[in-house]
Each structure stands twice: as structure tokens, then as C-alpha cells.
């Protein structure tokens, strides 16, 4: 059974920084995409990184240049590091198994979510 | 690539048909393979979202046949062909065509 269980949420001030995981289980992280996505509270969805099967990544330009994703294969646990938070950083960070070969399609399998808040 | 959802918001009755139209700022449609990089998604209220439709229109394993998802290039429909309580939720469209992008979501109520 495919599992993600994400962790490392919680409060941060701005221009702080917050390591997030996700730890999968019933399959291998190395043979598949995985992604972040991330919901404000009250808002929709908005895509954050991916990173493909090869390791290549993927980031939206609102984290580009701030976040940091990468994976453990051996762990098989999927990070994002969050650095310079801002307060629209503020939002549940939901870790997605993602169908792709080349590069990151559709996400099948999500993670429960971790709230990260950024406040002062 | 901008993805458009409408409405923001419906109201059906039990059984009836619901339509969510997702409208894309451009073509994802890969010409190469004749394929669109357009997916549905479902979200109940304090859960994540789940897969229901992927290449605009393949049904992911396990989720109901009243769900179908029709459309080309730029413009695309979720259709729930006889409502359940249990489709409460926000849907959304998502494009994989050049990395990815999130439809706003459609609320789907009962009438």
C-alpha cells in the first residue's frame, strides 16, 4: 500500500528557514516523480517542485531561487528545503507520488500535509 | 500556462449532471502523441486531493464511471453524470504540459 507521510511543519518567522520530509512506503521513491504542492489556508492548489525520476527538478517562480527540492533514495524520503520564508509561504505542504518518465505529469498517491505557518 | 475554471461554484440536485469547464491560457495538446497533459482532481473538505481523470480523459482505477473527463487543445470538461451526496468537494484541473499549473477549483454543492 503506497504511503506518504509528510513532517517538519510548524512556525517560522520570516526570512527563516523550514526542512520539510516525506517518507514514503510501498513503493520507491527512485522510480518515480515526486512533488510538492501546497494550499493556503481557505485557497486552492499551487503546484511548488517536482523532481523526476532522473533527479532533474522543477520549481514555481514564486520558490525559485528560495526552495530546495531533494530526495534520500536510500531513505526513500522526499525533502524541500524553505528558506527566506515569506508569509504567503503559509500554507499545508502536501508530498504526491507523480506519474511521469521524462519529466513530472499527473500525481496519483498524496500525502496527508504538514502546515507550515510564517508569522512574526 | 493559466488555467480557468468555471463556475466558481455550483449547486445540483441529487442525481442530476454536474459540468466544471477548465479553459487553458494555451494549447496543451502534444501533437506528438496526440495527447493532452490535462488531469481532474477531487478534494473533500481536511483531506488532500485524489486523481480522478488523467490525459483529459482516462478514468484513474477505482473512481466511479459517472465521472468523465472530455475536451482538446484548450478547452475541457468534468462531467459528473448523476450526482452523489459523496461528490461534495472543490475540483480542480491541473496542465502538465510545461511544468504545472492548477485550475482556482470549482465548488460542487447539493441543491
Known amino acids: 500500500e503506497v504511503q506518504l507521510l509528510e513532517s517538519g511543519g510548524g512556525l517560522v518567522q520570516p526570512g527563516g528557514s523550514l526542512r520539510l520530509s516525506c517518507a514514503a512506503s510501498?513503493?520507491?521513491?527512485?522510480?518515480?516523480?515526486m512533488s510538492w504542492v501546497r494550499q493556503a489556508p481557505g485557497k486552492g492548489l499551487e503546484w511548488v517542485s517536482s523532481?523526476?525520476?532522473?533527479?532533474?527538478?522543477y520549481y514555481a517562480d514564486s520558490v525559485k531561487g528560495r526552495f530546495t527540492i531533494s530526495r534520500d533514495i536510500s531513505k526513500n524520503t522526499l525533502y524541500v528545503q524553505m528558506n527566506s520564508l515569506r508569509a504567503e509561504d503559509t500554507a499545508v505542504y502536501y508530498c504526491?507520488?507523480?506519474?511521469?518518465?521524462?519529466?513530472?505529469?499527473?500525481?496519483?498517491?498524496w500525502g496527508q500535509g504538514t502546515l507550515v505557518t510564517v508569522s512574526s | 500556462i493559466v488555467l480557468t475554471q468555471s463556475p466558481d461554484s455550483l449547486a445540483v440536485s441529487l442525481g442530476e449532471r454536474a459540468t466544471i469547464n477548465c479553459k487553458s491560457s494555451?494549447?496543451?495538446?502534444?501533437?506528438?502523441?496526440?495527447?493532452?497533459?490535462l488531469a481532474w482532481y477531487q478534494q473533500k473538505p481536511g483531506q488532500p486531493p485524489k486523481l480522478l481523470i488523467y490525459?483529459?480523459?482516462t478514468r484513474e482505477s477505482g473512481v466511479p464511471d459517472r465521472f468523465s473527463g472530455s475536451g482538446s487543445v484548450t478547452d475541457f470538461t468534468l462531467t459528473i453524470s448523476s450526482l452523489q451526496a459523496e461528490d461534495v468537494a472543490v475540483y480542480y484541473c491541473?496542465?502538465?504540459?510545461?511544468?504545472?499549473?492548477f485550475g482556482q477549483g470549482t465548488k460542487v454543492e447539493i441543491k
Open positions: 504526491a507520488k507523480t506519474i511521469g518518465d521524462t519529466r513530472p505529469y499527473y500525481s496519483d498517491y
Open positions: 510501498g513503493f520507491t521513491i527512485g522510480s518515480y516523480a
Open positions: 523532481i523526476s525520476i532522473a533527479g532533474s527538478t
Open positions: 494555451q494549447s496543451v495538446l502534444d501533437n506528438s502523441n496526440n495527447k493532452n497533459f
Open positions: 490525459w483529459a480523459s
Open positions: 491541473q496542465q502538465y504540459y510545461n511544468t504545472r499549473t
